[in-house]
């Protein structure tokens, strides 16, 4: 299906949505003020090892040293390796490292260091054999994975960028020789670039509400497929898009612990710095039996959990308590839906099955922190036990809002915790029609706006 990418710029904050049809299928989130560091590639230096955890910490530039497990390695104190960072760091756990590193391609993903040819699973056993067949005497100890964007390219464009991706890896290496301390040699690309790279087959249109971020786009697309350029599009006022996709609901529906479904029942999300928990609850009654109830209620949420889960980009250990059912050839049918609901996503799930409490385990690759934690800071009157939207959010969903209104002045009614921080934004943006007023009646989360 044809895909749509629509990015959403402030002063502190960049939103992307990638939209299949009319739906919201993905949102992603990235601060302005923040470093991109997962996929990045450093310059480490080996601090200590540590038997125990069979790994060694790195000082790679950040404030804390990263982990780096040891695969068949040895490394020595004080030793310089080149390192790819996997996971970033969050509370208390630093970052995570690879030095088997990946450089990400239009039609391969490279690896230096790897061995074999693999490929995307969306491509047919007829292709891989052609595929594999034209890269025969190519690698030389290294691997790659071919993109299923590849079974449409000819095999000297495939060549080509695997000559244009050892090129780039040679000028990382010698990068790292030059400089004298741990630090960023490659950074990754913004998040918004990274989801045109990975849909861009299926794009039909790309929008952008920042001269920057359009510039940006345009530079991205000038080399990676030129014929995508009629397709970025840069809008000053994106009204028509906010309200015909309705993004600001699937904003609001990110911080909602509960989704509920067209059959009456309801899946309930809770997420933690461990894992996550998704309990399913049945609605109205429909079938002869229960088992019938709870299977009917269990096979609409699986799709439900898995458009939550891609939506809100939960990674980590999912745990998910749906309604008892007594038969395993039920059991075994939830679990091969939900491997199909993830569709192309399908690669980064692990499902494990149901325990003998009846909860069925299952993991999605962790870079970093979901959306949803992105996009909400501690709740300042429940000692951080609960969490409410981010003034970067806050802030961007008013700007947004406000560029449609035709009102020479205007007053912004927010709550009390908010008014110092958003009038002191205001100001910085110099918008002398924009009057900020506290108001008891506005929620933390909301904003009121009428002529002053």
Known sequence: MAKRLVVLSSGELVLSFLLQGDSVYKICAEERSVKRLVDSLFKG?????????????????????????????????GEGVIVQLVREPENEKGAKLTTNIKLVGKYIIYFPKGKDIKCSSKISMEEKERLCSNLEGELKDEGIILRSSSARAEPEKIREELAKLRELWQWVQKRAKVLKKPQVILEEYPVYIRLIRDHWQDLEEIVSDNPFVWNQITSFLEEFEPEMLRKNLYIKDPTPYIQRYRLHDSLRSLFSKVVWLKGGGYIVIDETEALTVIDVNSGDPAGSCHEENALKTNLEAVGEIAKQILLRDIGGIILVDFIDMKKQENKNLIISSIQSAFGEEACGITVYGFTRLGILEMARKKTGRSITRILSEKCPTCSGKGYIKSLSLLLLELEKELTHYTYKTLEVQVHPMRY?????????????????????????????????
């Not at 200590?48 to 497990?69: I, N, S, T, W």
């Open 45 to 77: 230096k080996v601090k200590r090892l540590v038997k125990g955890m069979e790994g060694v910490f790195v000082d790679v530039g950040l404030e804390k040293d990263a982990f780096l497990p040891l695969k068949g390695e040895s490394f020595r104190v």
């Open 420 to 452: 110092e921080k958003v009038k002191k934004a205001f100001q910085s943006t110099v918008t002398p029609n924009i009057h900020i007023k506290e108001s008891q009646e506005v929620g933390i989360n909301n904003y009121g706006i009428s002529h002053a």
